[in-house]
């Protein structure tokens, strides 16, 4: 079976459905849930709903051109809740990759002389992310926004430079910035370009001089000198937790309890430990609540999108499979 970005699918084997977003390889695509929330989800578990090619309505599969479009281009974007500025309550900060490249990117905030990195991850083609929520305070308090990208083809493709980009953001600047409309978006927006010259690039391979053979040696006996002390591991290890939430786990005897009783003991538990963990200044905690029929899921992820000073994601699938959220504490 064939599945392509924007085709809508329902799950197999439990209930709901999503639209593909990514392709990770030829067995996994990245589905979006009607909560904005982006799962890894097997082809074979996955049944086409309603196809589209986004890109050429004659191609059979998702392979693009190796040579980029005139109007490609990849953007740092601020979309306001509201049409009208005086009725904005929230902005949603996006990456929108409107290039045949797929990126790595990430996305961090200066606070202090430090950068702290909100979001990370993979990017496919005319594709775009969210990266966060804010109200307009946020930009008060964060002015510096840092993205660095590496773009990249799984087919031939010309070397592209990495992007780096630091973008000075404030309210003033939202108060003079003219907006767009764009048809990705439901409201008019605040575009910064971060790439749109993909010909007319550096050579990125050059051929290394004596010098530089010299310095790589030197970097590479450097690092294999310089090794991470017990403590610091230890110290590092103590600030990540892993909470198991099956109903198993949490009482001796399940019998007698109803579905919604269960639930409410798991969401107990799971609240309990996320204000632990954000009151003992803990910087990652990872809630394994198992695939099931994804209401526990959906619980947390609800809970979650009201809670301040934090991000949250999948969990890393080689560890976790698809049953686990990876909650950030800022």
């Not at 390889?25 to 589905?31: D, K, L, Q, S, W």
């Not at 305070?137 to 799984?154: A, D, M, R, T």
């Not at 939202?174 to 575009?191: A, C, M, R, S, W």
């Amino acid at each position: 079976m064939k599945l392509r970005i924007g085709d809508i699918v329902r799950f197999l084997n439990e209930k709901g459905e999503g639209k593909v977003t990514r392709i990770k390889n030829a067995t996994t695509v990245y589905v979006e849930l009607s909560d904005g929330f982006e799962i890894p989800y097997p082809v074979k578990d996955l049944v086409p709903i309603h196809t589209t090619l986004i890109l050429d309505k004659d191609t059979d599969n998702i392979e693009m051109s190796t040579e980029p479009g005139d109007a490609d281009a990849i953007y740092f974007i601020i979309e306001p809740d509201h049409e009208l500025e005086l009725l904005v309550n929230e902005y949603r900060l996006f990456i929108y990759n409107a290039s045949s490249f797929q990126m790595l990117y990430t996305y961090s905030i200066k606070e202090g002389e430090y950068y702290q990195t909100l979001k990370h991850g993979e990017l496919g083609a005319y594709q775009k992310v969210l990266l966060k929520q804010v109200k307009l305070s946020f930009f008060k308090e964060f002015q510096y926004h840092k993205i660095n990208c590496i773009l990249f083809k799984n087919s031939h493709f010309k070397a592209q430079l990495p992007i780096a980009e630091i973008l000075s953001i404030n309210e003033q600047v939202l108060k003079t910035e003219k907006k767009i409309q764009h048809d990705e978006f439901k409201n008019p927006v605040y575009g910064f370009i971060l790439k749109e010259e993909f010909y007319n690039t550096k050579e990125v391979l050059q051929t290394l001089n004596e010098e530089d053979i010299k310095r790589i040696a030197a970097i590479k006996e450097f690092k294999s000198s310089v090794s991470v002390s017990r403590s610091k591991k230890q110290y590092f290890k103590s600030l990540e937790k892993e909470v198991d939430l099956h109903i198993e786990e949490l009482v001796k005897d399940t019998k007698g309890l109803s579905s919604y009783e269960k639930l409410n003991i798991q969401l107990e538990r799971f609240e309990k430990e996320l204000d632990q963990a954000i009151e003992n200044n803990l910087k990652k905690i990872i809630f394994i609540h198992g695939v099931g029929s994804g209401r526990l899921k959906a619980e947390i992820l609800q809970i979650l999108k009201t809670t301040n000073g934090i991000t949250f994601h999948d969990a890393p699938y080689k560890e976790f499979g698809f049953g686990a959220t990876q909650v950030n504490i800022l």
